[in-house]
Each structure stands twice: as structure tokens, then as C-alpha cells.
């Protein structure tokens, strides 16, 4: 299984080099990553936290994009431990919609955050997160499949992975963002 896993992510790769990556369709962002957090939360004990999303509407591939978000939601599990916090949430810049993915693990040495999103890039030490590799070459792939980015910011403690994804169109300005997921009645 994980070698058949290794074979998908590296022939995703090597459509997204082909440029065959993604479909673009319409998708709301506050619906779509409350349906990426849900399937999350029911997979792994940790503090999982849907923060402020932006109504409006993006143009992307949503089984790419699904798997960008797998990825990094992933490597939050992978370097967090039970109970520890997971929060998925957006907010908007000049260039669109950024999707944001922050934990609160050992976090990454600024010397990795330049070439982490390359791929087979490790962190050096072991104490650190070691493993990184294809996955978030993957992230890359497909947020510049998209005609965005996708970036690192290291945190006192723990981890922020931002997608900027620039085909976003912002809801009429009567509508405000989506309530931050847990709401406090289900805390």
C-alpha cells in the first residue's frame, strides 16, 4: 500500500510537470474546507479548528486542490501529537484566496523553509521534520498548477503552510466570513 501510494504522488508529479494537472471548476472555499476538516477531525485525536474563511467563490480543481490540502493536513498529523492543534482556515490578499494550514508541533529551521516545497527535501536534523519529501512538492505542483504559490512561515511553536491561489472572487460585501469551527455551543 505504501509503495502504491509513493507510485500515485510521483505520477501526479509528473502530470503536473506535463501540465495536465487540474480541471478547474467553481467551489465555495468556507463549505469545502469544513468537508476537508470534518474528514480530518474523524481520522486523527488532535485539537482540529476550522478559523475564519472568506465567502465568496474560487476557481480551482477540487480533487487537487483536496489532495494539496491531504498532504499538508497530513504533515500536520505526522509532526503533532494527540490533542495538540491543527487549524485550517483562509483569509484574502491582493493576489486571491490563501489557505492556511497551522499546527503546533516542533515546527521547521528557517534554513529548511527556502527549499522545503522541493522535491525530496529533508530537514537535517532528525529532531526536526525529517521525512518531508514528496508531499509537499506535490502542494507545490499544484498551487502553481493553479497560477499561485505556496509558502512556509515558521511559528514560535509549530508550523503555518499558506496556498495563495489567485482565481477568487470575494462574496458581495452584505455577507460575511464563515464562524470559526468548533462554534462555542459544540465545545
Do not use: M
Not at 494527540?82 to 486571491?96: H, Y
Amino acid at each position: 500500500a505504501r509503495i502504491d501510494r509513493i507510485v500515485e504522488r510521483l505520477l501526479l508529479l509528473a502530470r503536473a510537470e506535463r501540465g495536465s494537472l487540474i480541471e478547474l471548476g467553481e467551489l465555495e472555499p468556507e463549505q469545502f474546507l469544513e468537508d476537508v476538516l470534518l474528514r480530518w477531525s474523524e481520522v486523527a485525536e488532535r485539537s482540529w479548528r476550522l478559523g475564519p474563511v472568506p465567502q465568496g467563490s474560487l476557481r480551482a480543481d477540487p480533487d487537487a486542490l483536496r489532495i494539496a490540502l491531504d498532504a499538508l493536513l497530513e504533515n500536520a498529523v505526522k509532526y503533532t501529537e494527540r490533542g495538540d492543534s491543527v487549524e485550517l482556515s483562509a483569509r484574502t490578499d491582493d493576489a486571491g484566496l490563501v489557505i492556511e494550514v497551522a499546527d503546533s508541533g516542533p515546527g521547521i529551521p528557517l534554513d529548511a523553509a527556502n527549499s522545503i516545497f522541493t522535491r525530496s527535501s529533508r530537514t537535517t536534523s532528525s529532531e526536526d521534520r525529517a521525512g518531508l519529501g514528496i508531499g509537499l512538492a506535490i502542494v507545490d505542483a499544484i498551487a502553481r498548477a493553479h497560477g499561485g504559490s505556496c509558502s512556509l512561515e515558521p511559528n514560535e511553536r509549530g508550523s503555518t503552510f499558506a496556498l495563495h491561489l489567485p482565481d477568487y472572487r470575494p462574496a458581495d460585501a452584505g455577507e460575511g466570513s464563515l464562524e470559526a469551527w468548533p462554534r462555542p455551543s459544540e465545545t
